[in-house]
T-cell receptor
Framework: AQKVTQAQTEISVVEKEDVTLDCVYETRDTTYYLFWYKQPPSGELVFLIR??????QNEISGRYSWNFQKSTSSFNFTITASQVVDSAVYFCALSLDNNDMRFGAGTRLTVKP | NAGVTQTPKFQVLKTGQSMTLQCAQD?????MSWYRQDPGMGLRLIHY???????DQGEVPNGYNVSRSTTEDFPLRLLSAAPSQTSVYFC?????????????FGDGTRLSIL
């Protein structure tokens, strides 16, 4: 069965701290995609990054970075020098080629000034 | 460019009533989907469509119907509302391929069943 686990329900940090959001997935498929989405307090869902199962290159985009490790079935997300505007719920998602899409339960990040 | 538009934004129903949640996109996306978001459970896929005339079930399809007569529209029908269907519903769309494409989400419909 396909599953995504985000073990951290809530995280609270002070502005400028670094924070890592964990994502562990389960699937027997060899072809899949992983995504991160952000849901700010306004409620909309915003796409952040996509990674396919054959590309283990880490990625950095400004203050955001992602670490994909197939050996541990993890796709973790790090925010460097966090800001108040980073406060949101972050979802990790697993997508298979049969259109089965599974989201994690989300991690609520609060960045305090 | 409106993106994905959902209506209504809020709705209160009584148990047993039926209603349709509307979803329209203007990006000519082939893939469209419906999710429900419940506290502590993330988003769960209800139904999806890979193109006009083609629909399929997701993880939690029971109690919901969909149809896709045009590329733009993908309505979600609740046949006989139950309190367990109280949730926030999101419609999403993406380019052909669905599973490997980022999804564009609507703003959501908050539905309460009394």
């Amino acid at each position: 069965a396909q599953k995504v686990t985000q073990a951290q329900t809530e995280i609270s940090v002070v502005e400028k701290e670094d924070v890592t959001l964990d994502c562990v997935y389960e699937t027997r498929d060899t072809t899949y995609y992983l995504f991160w989405y952000k849901q700010p307090p306004s409620g909309e869902l915003v796409f952040l990054i996509r990674r396919n199962s054959f590309d283990e290159q880490n990625e950095i985009s400004g203050r955001y970075s992602w670490n994909f490790q197939k050996s541990t079935s993890s796709f973790n997300f790090t925010i460097t020098a966090s800001q108040v505007v980073d406060s949101a719920v972050y979802f990790c998602a697993l997508s298979l080629d049969n259109n089965d899409m599974r989201f994690g339960a989300g991690t609520r990040l609060t960045v305090k000034p | 460019n409106a993106g994905v538009t959902q209506t209504p934004k809020f709705q209160v129903l009584k148990t047993g009533q039926s209603m349709t949640l509307q979803c329209a996109q203007d990006m000519n996306h082939e893939y469209m989907s419906w999710y429900r978001q419940d506290p502590g459970m993330g988003l769960r896929l209800i139904h999806y469509s890979v193109g006009a005339g083609i629909t399929d079930q997701g993880e939690v399809p029971n109690g919901y119907n969909v149809s896709r007569s045009t590329t733009e529209d993908f309505p979600l029908r609740l046949l006989s509302a139950a309190p367990s269907q109280t949730s926030v519903y999101f419609c999403a769309s993406s380019y052909t391929g669905g599973y490997n494409q980022p999804q564009h989400f609507g703003d959501g419909t908050r539905l309460s069943i009394l």
